[in-house]
């Protein structure tokens, strides 16, 4: 597959974290701090009660909303539930879907999964989907059937004219909110390898080629140029590093000089032969 250029895609995931005034804090630390910069796409998902608030602080910036889930139905009687149409009414673009935190803790199934990257699609949301292995299956070598199995459930029956609202979020579940253990950046290449090629299978290369994949486990200010560079790895959904404003822009910074390096190298004229 020839490689292509895809725009960094830089997400916030606040999971359970901040206060009304923390959250505000910030929203507006990361629109300011953002600038006015178009190499890096950079979204903020908080808790649902502070979407709207954050969303308030977000519009007209180049930030933007999404939130950490949902449920796969219009409306109806599901107590503590979460519409598709009452995000987009909020001002959210994205949702989080299969996070392995809901997977693991909360029981949620390849099918439910499935479930709600159908219906976030259909009601216009982009979705980003989250996938990866634990470390009883790295170690087990069953990365690749893991990658394979979350995948194609997953993105089953996903109509083919939504693909280009589809992100994938390859976060390996040992290296999540985790400082001894970390993917290297070569572990991160390789699952992205697998993904697209899955992608690819499932949708044809022109798709696969289009995709974003991130990479989320414990990405910092130290560790994201290193991931960054790798073949593939298009952006990072971050955890703990997004709740620190400076941290977070820092990892922002990162995505925009990889973009920079990526377009210099692409505009160098190709060797076709190897030298001699
Ligand atoms: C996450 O929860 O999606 C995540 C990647 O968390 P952390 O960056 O804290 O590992």
Redesign the pocket.
């Known amino acids: 597959m020839s490689p292509a250029i895809r725009q960094k895609f830089v997400v916030g995931?606040w999971?359970m974290y901040t206060n009304a005034a923390d959250a505000r804090r910030l929203a507006k630390a990361v629109v300011d701090g953002m600038g006015a910069q178009e190499r890096v796409s950079v979204t903020l998902c908080p808790p649902f009660p502070y979407l709207a608030l954050v969303g308030e602080i977000l519009e007209g910036s180049r930030v933007a909303l999404g939130a950490q889930n949902l449920y796969p139905e219009k409306e109806g009687p599901f107590t503590g539930e979460v519409s598709p149409t009452m995000l987009l009414e909020l001002g959210c673009k994205y949702v989080?879907l299969g996070?392995?935190?809901r997977r693991h803790k909360l029981g949620e199934s390849d099918a439910f999964v499935n479930q709600k990257v159908r219906v976030a699609l259909a009601a216009g949301l982009d979705v980003i989907l989250?996938v990866g292995e634990t470390l009883e299956q790295r170690n087990a070598n069953q990365t690749e059937a893991l990658l394979d199995r979350q995948l194609t459930c997953g993105l089953a029956d996903v109509p083919a004219d939504t693909l280009t609202r589809l992100s994938i979020?390859y976060?390996p579940v040992w290296?999540?909110?985790?400082l001894e253990h970390h993917a290297t950046p070569q572990q991160a290449e390789e699952a992205h390898t697998v993904i697209r090629r899955r992608f690819a299978q499932m949708f044809g290369k022109k798709s696969a080629q289009a995709l974003a994949i991130q990479y989320?486990?414990?990405?910092?200010p130290d560790n994201a140029a290193a991931l960054f560079c790798r073949h593939g790895v298009d952006g990072?959904?971050?955890?703990?590093?997004?709740l620190i404003a400076d941290q977070f822009l820092a990892i922002v910074r990162a995505g925009i000089n990889a973009s920079q390096t990526e377009e210099k190298s692409s505009s160098m004229p190709q060797l076709t032969k190897p030298v001699a």
């Open positions: 995931n999971k989080i996070h392995s935190e989250c979020a976060e290296a999540i909110g985790n989320g486990g414990s990405v910092k990072a959904l971050i955890g703990g590093a997004s």
